[in-house]
């Protein structure tokens, strides 16, 4: 019998994270960092209160499943969930914590690497640079020829109309309300503004891998935007940073694709998946991909699509394909959508970025190619426009130059 059993609606509802299976009484624990189950053999639900008294229970504010904390019981790990039907799901309790860990280490690096950062946005600080000049000498009676000239700055580097007049009314207010007195003022404010934009609509700078091996993260984007060199920077940085990683090799359309996939396999010693015949449908290059990442212990599965124009839609109706050929063998996969957005292009960018959102629901944006451009602006169009969070940028050719997005660190750089 499922569900409660004859326990009073009263203890149902004080007890919610306790459930009655055929044999066990299943208690659901969360910590920060795992999801545990304890078991026990009887059918009683006052031998569970026997080993967990009222006080040592703590109810979740939001519980999902129906769950409890229980100190002073043992965790079983790994944990097997247990369905009404008898089927069982199995999962690593410690997964969660392994996905977190690998955040953390992400972010930790991105702080580390300021001067990457800091020299990968030389071109775009540059231009910006007449700021310092303008804001130099600065007096109220000037207000207005600075703002115009601090305007057409932001204008340049690609920060779009609408950012840069929400940016420059809203300095204008505060130095008319006498909050801003002087040019370094000014600057602060300025550089608060940005950051709070980035913040706000991009808040999930981190990657969203979920709690369940392997995590699943496909690689999209037009073509030349620098996907597969991308994926192959991201797949050294995760192994780097302690994971397995499997590449995917989908796609199948471009000439020489896969071989280019093999020879950042071999750079970055990951295995990798590659189609077994010509004219493969990358919906299947990936399924099998994602079989192989869940047979062999992979933590995490790289999956690289083939290039494809925005306005291309039968091509772009491959990828919902992909998607859901992914999420046959592991559901709620992919974990994450990552577009390749060359920097270069700037606010060309942002129609791309809307097709392919509207078509697969893009996650995250990787912008490369932002050494090589004086536009960087554009990295705050795009979180302004669309509320998709950047979650690494480009600002090298080399293994190491493809940085965690950083929203200080950024804001920084550019303004410095």
Avoid at 94 to 110: D, I, N, P, S, V
Avoid at 170 to 191: F, M, N, P, T, W
Avoid at 317 to 336: D, F
Avoid at 347 to 360: G, I, S, T, Y
Wanted: aromatic share 6%; charged share 25%; glycine share 10%.
């Amino acid at each position: 019998m499922n569900g409660f059993g004859p326990i009073s609606k009263e203890k149902r509802r004080r007890f919610e994270g306790i459930r009655l299976t055929n044999q066990n009484v299943v208690v659901y624990c969360v910590s920060r960092s795992s999801l545990s189950i304890w078991r026990f053999r009887s059918r009683s639900w006052k031998k569970v209160m026997a080993a967990a008294s009222l006080s040592q229970l703590s109810f979740l504010s939001n519980p999902s499943p129906r769950s409890l904390i229980v100190p002073s019981l043992r965790p079983t790990t790994p944990f097997r969930r247990i369905h009404g039907d008898g089927s069982r799901f199995r999962c690593s309790a410690g997964q969660t914590g392994f996905f977190t860990r690998l955040g953390r280490l992400l972010k930790e690096k991105a702080k580390s690497d300021v001067e990457k950062i800091f020299s990968g946005f030389s071109k775009t600080r540059d231009n910006l640079a007449v700021i310092d000049e303008l804001l130099l000498y600065w007096n109220l009676a000037e207000t207005d020829r600075v703002l115009e000239e601090l305007e057409e700055a932001l204008l340049v580097s690609d920060f779009g109309p609408r950012i840069t007049i929400k940016i420059v009314d809203s300095l204008r207010d505060d130095i008319l309300a006498g909050k801003l007195k002087s040019g370094s003022e000014i600057k602060e404010a300025l550089k608060k503004n940005v950051l709070e934009l980035l913040k706000g609509k991009g808040s999930k700078n981190d990657l969203q891998l979920g709690f369940r091996k392997p995590a699943v993260i496909m690689i999209v984007g037009v073509n030349g935007g620098g996907k597969t060199t991308s994926l192959g920077k991201l797949a050294f940085r995760l192994k780097n940073e302690g994971a397995k990683i499997l590449m995917a090799a989908g796609d199948t359309f471009r000439a020489a694709a896969s071989d280019q996939l093999e020879i950042w396999a071999d750079r970055t010693g990951c295995e990798i998946v590659v189609a077994e015949r010509e004219n493969a449908k990358a919906s299947s290059v990936l399924s099998q991909a994602v079989k192989r990442g869940k047979e062999g212990g992979f933590d995490i599965v790289l999956c690289d699509t083939s290039g494809r124009l925005h306005t291309n839609y039968s091509l772009m109706e491959e990828l919902i394909a992909c998607k859901k050929a992914v999420a046959k063998v592991i559901p709620g996969a992919p974990n994450e959508i990552l577009q390749v957005l060359d920097g270069t292009t700037g606010l060309n960018m942002l129609p791309q970025a809307r097709e392919f959102n509207d078509v697969v629901g893009i996650t995250g944006l990787i912008l490369t190619k932002l050494d090589g451009s004086a536009r960087g602006g554009c990295v705050v169009s795009v979180v302004d426009e669309l509320g998709i969070p950047v979650k690494f940028v480009g600002v090298g050719e080399g293994l190491e130059d493809l940085q965690p997005f950083d929203p200080e660190a950024f804001v920084d750089a550019i303004f410095s």
